[in-house]
């Protein structure tokens, strides 16, 4: 799925002669199905979602006469958490993760379709969501305190969901990207996410 866009200016380091960079992620209904039907997820290589998506991706930028570019294969890595603030659908979140207006804390980026093309784009939301979440529970979600304001302490992250009281967060996701209300609407399913953070692990 579209998850924004934006013209780039040379400081944005977009690859030359870019017009529209748009970004690209999962959708949560079709993804995971059509990634665990492919041959990159059943072949025993390494590095099955990147290879997947560099096919998928590099095919559709072939169909629109764009540059398919990837946030893995590095380095170099492009800059992908500044340009998806550049498209004013992200934002920094209360504890530091990137929350998107749709996506929620469940933002993920696979890649990047670099048109020559300046095309019109839709207007970004107002706001982030968080600015209307009275709540926040984003905030005091991880059971070891791992992903808070103050920062992300990753080793004691990892740590706690290599035992078994952090199965929860190995089976279901990060509680923390869990517990947004826009990432509850997104629908992650339980699959993918323990895929994603075996793959952290």
Do not use: N
């Not at 929620?104 to 300046?118: E, I, Q």
């Not at 305190?145 to 990753?154: D, I, K, S």
Request: aromatic content about 8%; hydrophobic content about 40%; glycine content about 10%.
């Amino acid at each position: 799925m579209v998850m924004g866009g934006f013209h780039p200016t040379p400081d944005y380091s977009a690859p030359a002669g870019t017009g529209t960079l748009v970004m690209l992620g999962p959708d949560p209904a079709a993804f995971w199905p059509a990634f665990t039907a492919s041959a990159e997820y059943g072949d025993g290589a390494p590095d099955p979602m990147d290879r997947w998506s560099a096919r998928v991706i590099g095919a559709i930028a072939v169909a629109h006469g764009a540059q398919a570019v990837f946030p893995f294969g590095g380095p170099p890595y492009p800059p992908f958490l500044a340009w998806a603030r550049r498209t004013g659908r992200a934002w920094d979140s209360p504890v530091g993760l990137l929350v998107h207006d749709e996506a929620g804390l469940f933002v993920s980026y696979r890649g990047a379709l670099a048109l020559r093309a300046r095309l019109e784009l839709p207007p970004p939301p107002a706001a982030s969501p968080c600015e209307s979440c009275t709540d926040q529970p984003c905030r005091s979600a991880c059971p070891v305190g791992a992903l808070t304001p103050a920062g992300y302490e990753v080793p004691a992250c990892k740590a706690h969901i290599a035992t078994p009281e952090g199965a929860d967060c190995m089976t279901r996701g990060c509680a923390v990207r869990r517990a947004c209300p826009v990432s509850k609407a997104h629908g992650r399913l339980d699959a993918q996410s323990a895929f994603h953070m075996a793959a952290f692990l």
